[in-house]
């Protein structure tokens, strides 16, 4: 395991910590999209269900419950202990638009036709537009509180991090995972755009606003 994995697993850690404590902190979850974590939990559950079958070591099994903890921790604490505060009427994108595709790419492309690896497989596509119900939440509001442009900066780092790792793991172990890769690309240029606005604006104290949709 080389340090792009480890890195890329600390920020994604660490954006789900910041995500957390924000909600926890302010008793509030305006401007977060219970649908973006909801396909997040969904993405781990269907990941991670070799958790007690496929021993690995113990840091993959601690990392599995802790972002399986975190995920669904978060989804309560939207949709449950502070509900009153859930912004239902800009939380608006169709998941269906997502989910219907992605089963479909799952079944058609994967590396065996099992349920475990068609799930699999499922996740990590699931993942690569997992986002994007919540960029269209800050599209739709024009704006976003500053501490949900770090959440959302160090999850996008962990994908840019992880596509180090996947080019390190080619380099010194000739290891090449094209389901992954091309998942995980897609998923970078996602947050392009709101990386050079967190740049320009975010880490020069300006808040971060974007151009509402006509």
């Known amino acids: 395991m080389n340090v792009f994995r480890i890195l890329g697993d600390l920020s994604h850690l660490l954006a789900m910590i910041l995500l957390l404590g924000k909600i926890w902190r302010s008793k509030c979850c305006t401007g977060i999209s219970g649908k973006s974590q909801i396909l997040f939990a969904l993405v781990f559950t269907t990941r991670y269900l070799d958790l007690f079958t496929n021993f690995i070591s113990i840091y993959n099994t601690v990392m599995k419950v802790v972002f399986l903890l975190c995920a669904y921790v978060t989804v309560y604490m939207i949709y449950g202990k502070f509900r009153k505060t859930f912004d239902s009427e800009n939380d608006t994108f169709r998941l269906e638009f997502l989910l219907v595709p992605v089963i479909g790419l799952s079944f058609l492309e ?35 509180e500053t501490i949900t442009t770090h959440y959302l900066f160090f999850l996008g780092l962990y994908r840019a991090l992880y596509l180090a790792n996947w080019i390190r793991r080619y380099q010194t172990e000739n290891f090449y995972d094209q389901i992954a890769v091309v998942s995980g690309v897609v998923q970078t240029i996602f947050y392009c755009d709101f990386f050079y606005l967190y740049v320009t604006k975010v880490l020069k104290g300006k808040k971060l606003s974007l151009p509402m949709p006509i």
């Open 110 to 144: 994967n590396y065996s036709f099992t349920p475990l690896e068609i799930l699999w497989t499922f996740s990590i596509y699931l993942e690569s537009v997992a986002i994007l119900p919540q960029l269209f939440m800050i599209s739709k509001t024009g704006e976003a």
